[in-house]
């Protein structure tokens, strides 16, 4: 399993659009449309982007059901996040019944557990798992770095085959990369060149809502060792990737899909929407990198 290609590519961390505080359904199917054509490889529904934490158990299974519909065939990847272990496995086991290209399993948050309770956080999830596990490094969230020496381990489960990487810990990323065991995948849309020129699979980006074509381009460049024509499409991308994370995501991405009459700019509490002054300014970017 560790030397396929199964997370390549760009893969969507799927927003959940809201109307009157109700998942609206019809426009997650528009926006899902929307987005398969761009050649993105999959996405990733009820993630961190997705505000999974403000959705019920019903909620997240809908959510997962309503994507499946809009994108028969393409690879879908389920967030799932917790602390307490047998209610985790119980989730996992629900989604069994689910045909999933991989769960996105970060760290247990709030715990901030030993490198070992981490190991068995992990493997308890893979054994259980169906699907392939992605492991999601997000210290920023869940208040624990998973240990490159931690990861190798975790390398060697069967279930285990690629990692979400937002650590920011470029010397563990080029290990990891250099290691060939797990696929790495870009979690901090800045840092998707970078990974890709390092041998990277790919991204799991919230940028992928608004600019997919060329960030899909992109990493064909990537691929085909086009260097200098992979940065030409990067260096106007990059102004409005920082400017999609100068508040807390995915209020960001969600003013200017709302902008493009996508969805209504709705978040759940304690979430908030972007600011107006933000707003404006991500309009303004997107135009320039689309001329």
Not at 86 to 92: A, C, F, H, M
Request: charged fraction near 15%.
């Amino acid at each position: 399993m560790h030397a396929t290609d199964t997370f390549s590519g760009l893969w969507i961390p799927l927003v959940t659009p809201f109307h009157n505080d109700a998942v609206d359904h019809a426009a997650l199917r528009k926006l899902v449309q929307h987005l398969v054509p761009q050649g993105i490889a999959g996405i990733a529904v009820c993630g961190s982007t997705g505000e999974a934490a403000a959705l019920s158990a019903d909620e997240q299974l809908a959510v997962l059901d309503t994507v499946a519909h809009a994108a028969p065939g393409l690879p879908l990847m389920m967030g799932l996040s917790g602390y307490h272990l047998p209610d985790t496995l119980d989730w996992v086991g629900t989604l069994n019944g689910r045909k999933l290209a991989g769960l996105l399993v970060p760290a247990p948050h709030y715990v901030r557990p030993s490198q070992t309770g981490l190991l068995q956080w992990f493997t308890a999830i893979a054994d259980a798992s169906d699907a392939p596990v992605v492991v999601y490094d997000i210290p920023a969230r869940t208040g624990v770095s998973l240990a490159l020496a931690t990861l190798r381990t975790l390398a060697q489960h069967p279930h285990i085959v690629a990692i979400k990487d937002c650590a920011g810990d470029a010397a563990k990323t080029q290990a990891l990369i250099a290691d060939g065991r797990l696929q790495v995948l870009a979690g901090d849309d800045a840092n998707i060149f970078t990974t890709l020129a390092l041998g990277g699979a790919g991204a799991i980006a919230a940028g992928g809502h608004v600019q997919a074509a060329p960030l899909v381009a992109l990493m064909g460049h990537m691929a085909r060792g086009e260097l200098a024509e992979a940065r030409a499409l990067w260096r106007p991308l990059l102004p409005l990737i920082e400017a999609l994370f100068a508040e807390p995501n995915p209020a960001p991405v969600k003013a200017l899909l709302a902008r493009q009459g996508w969805m209504r700019d709705e978040l759940r509490a304690p979430m908030t929407v972007a600011s107006g002054e933000l707003t404006e300014r991500l309009v303004t970017l997107n135009r320039a990198v689309q001329r």
